[in-house]
């Protein structure tokens, strides 16, 4: 396994828990991820059970959606979860160690090759940036958005976007359970968000897709809705353009994998977590027992219907998004309220049944030129 986070440890629980030897490497010289928030659906307290629970900081159980002014709000059936990503990483990697998967730390992958003994790893060591070579017969990929096995293997090189946040003092008025969430396309195609953590702080960002503008469109609203930063957290994030296979074959060995190293990130609202580690399960189906297929398939179904609305939003502007809070009618707004985002088929189904012209206004962003597929904004 080449890197030791959410997806990487979750498929080292999973296949140590079956037997299987399996060894982390992991480029950090010490087990300490960087601490962040994040929200989830529901689908991780139910795919982890207790497992995910130490990573549990908050529950949101309301949204509240604003456009030109105008604003939506809706309730929860299912509560999403803030959990704590440092506390997360830190609980699988304790399950996985306590079954038996071993962690080589401060080990930077380097390159594939195929020996006579099987597949061969090269590492750096970072305590002296010596060279260390690993054999293996089955390698998992789970290091990231820039994944370095998945270019050794051959894979493409996803497309990234910049995501930005910052953490932020909460007004004292501010309800500690909903979502905040603003569509101003000039800024963004995708959203700004506010989201509460823990005690008095929040977290304030958006998805862009250009660094340098993303941090002054971020600044700009700061200023504009009397938010000083405390600390700005950000990365790059893969785009979501097309199903990304999880195996190869490479000289007689399996390369798999998982999580963001495969593109498994909604791009609707460019989450990972869940979607990750529903990839990562799929994997260490398909090592253990050669199946996974259909867990595959019901992923890749999901995260093409997230490209799909994510297509028809990249045109909206904002006189639509004013226009989609307008329609959301009691009917709609219940489906939004039953069904959560790892359930998109379900949600959407219902929502076309109880509002048509949500369909129509989203079939008309799908016809109009498609500026997500060309990546390039008019
Ligand atoms: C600021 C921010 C906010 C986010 N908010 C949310 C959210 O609210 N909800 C949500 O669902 N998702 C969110 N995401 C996305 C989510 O965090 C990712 O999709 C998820 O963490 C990916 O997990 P992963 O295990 O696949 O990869 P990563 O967490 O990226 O882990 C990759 C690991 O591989 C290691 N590694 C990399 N290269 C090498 C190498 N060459 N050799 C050895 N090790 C290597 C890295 O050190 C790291 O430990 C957010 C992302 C960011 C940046």
């Not at 659906?41 to 982890?48: F, H, V, Y």
Request: charged share 25%; glycine share 10%.
């Amino acid at each position: 396994m080449v890197g030791g986070s959410a997806a990487g440890f979750y498929t080292a629980w999973l296949l140590s828990r079956s037997g299987r030897r399996v060894r982390v490497y992991e480029q950090a010289d010490r087990l300490e991820p960087s601490s962040r928030s994040l929200i989830v659906t529901c689908r991780m307290r139910e795919m982890l059970g207790s497992l995910g629970e130490p990573s549990v900081v908050n529950e949101i159980r309301r949204f509240e959606v604003w456009s030109d002014g105008r604003s939506a709000q809706f309730s929860l059936d299912r509560p999403d979860l803030i959990i704590e990503r440092a506390k997360l990483i830190q609980s699988l990697a304790d399950r996985a160690l306590a079954n038996g998967a071993e962690l080589s730390l401060g080990r930077r992958f380097l390159s594939l090759s195929s020996g006579p003994g099987g597949l061969e790893l090269g590492f750096e060591r970072r305590e002296d940036g010596a060279r260390e070579t690993v054999l293996a017969s089955t390698i998992v990929g789970a290091d990231g958005a820039l994944s370095e096995v998945a270019r050794s293997a051959g894979w493409p090189r996803p497309e990234t976007v910049p995501l930005l946040q910052a953490l932020v003092r909460l007004p004292a008025d501010y309800p500690r359970d909903t979502v905040r969430v603003w569509f101003v396309p000039d800024d963004t195609p995708y959203f700004y968000w506010l989201i509460p953590e823990r005690g008095d702080r929040g977290a304030l960002g958006l998805i862009g897709e250009d660094g340098a503008r993303t941090r002054r469109s971020l600044e700009a609203f700061l200023e504009k809705h009397g938010f000083d930063p405390l600390e700005y957290q950000g990365a790059r994030i893969p785009l979501y353009r097309g199903w990304v296979p999880v195996h190869r074959r490479f000289g007689e060995a399996d390369v798999y994998l998982v999580g963001d190293a495969a593109c498994q990130v909604k791009v609707t609202t460019v989450g990972g977590i869940v979607t990750g580690l529903r990839g990562a399960h799929a994997v260490a189906q398909a090592i253990l027992h050669a199946d996974g297929a259909g867990e595959l398939r019901s992923l890749r179904r999901e995260l093409n219907l997230h490209l799909l609305v994510r297509r028809s939003l990249h045109q909206f502007r904002q006189s639509d998004y004013s226009r989609l809070l307008d329609l959301l009618n009691p009917g709609a707004r219940q489906s939004l309220e039953r069904f959560h985002r790892d359930e998109a088929a379900r949600m959407l189904w219902r929502l076309c049944q109880t509002q048509p012209r949500l369909l129509w206004l989203g079939l008309r962003g799908l016809l109009t030129r498609d500026i997500f597929s060309s990546g390039s904004e008019e």
